[in-house]
């Protein structure tokens, strides 16, 4: 997303500021993320699959996502007409991108977006990313994704394990002084918008006077 739609973090936003570069007017992404952001996810990944499909020549996985989408088309036309369908279509598209964006990027836009510090593997994903208090909304909605540091440390884990090695990682990150942080789910969404605000200002302020 950086830095094409937005400008993330205050080192890179202020590098960006000091280059005069401005593809977007990001003292107000706080303002269009809402929306932009999902419209932007939904050829990206329908774009990202294809061509991961065919650079790394999985052409049956290639074949079933083709196969798939046009078996949803012939079910649907017929019933819905096509104008209704292409609306029911990308509405839905939409409505899922809406809730992934907020959901995947409550973890990652408030924290620490810098270059590579060199830390070790564990120090730098608990920099990154942090946890959405656990509840049995919470892991419903989210589908167990507010165990994200759990779900960094561990990306082969099955979702459903990260709520029972989630203390032994926070005893870990204790007994060395790692910040494990974890908030309420509002908490994380706001604060999704109000770093964009700041990540916002701090390249104005160095695109106008850097």
Not at 46 to 75: D, G, H, P, T
């Amino acid at each position: 997303m950086h830095p094409l739609l937005f400008s993330l973090g205050k080192t890179l936003s202020v590098e960006l500021g000091k280059k005069k570069k401005k593809f977007m007017p990001y003292n107000y992404q706080h303002k269009y993320f809402s929306l932009l952001a999902p419209l932007a996810l939904i050829p990206f990944f329908q774009l990202s699959i294809f061509y991961f499909a065919i650079r790394k020549k999985k052409w049956l996985e290639l074949f079933l996502v083709v196969f798939y989408n046009i078996r949803v088309c012939l079910m649907y036309i017929p019933l819905m007409g096509f104008n209704n369908f292409m609306v029911y279509y990308w509405m839905s598209r939409y409505f899922e991108s809406t809730w992934f964006i907020w959901v995947s990027q409550m973890n990652h836009i408030p924290m620490q977006i810098d270059y590579d510090k060199n830390k070790d593997w564990v120090s730098t994903q608990l920099h990154a990313t942090c946890n959405v208090n656990q509840s049995l909304f919470n892991d419903w909605f989210t589908g167990h994704l507010n165990f994200q540091i759990e779900h960094h440390l561990f990306p082969t884990m099955p979702r459903h394990n990260y709520q029972k090695a989630a203390p032994l990682v926070k005893a870990l990150c204790d007994k060395h002084g790692i910040e494990y942080k974890s908030k309420t789910l509002l908490r994380a969404f706001v604060d999704i918008l109000n770093s964009l605000k700041e990540s916002g200002e701090h390249w104005l302020e160095a695109y106008l006077h850097g």
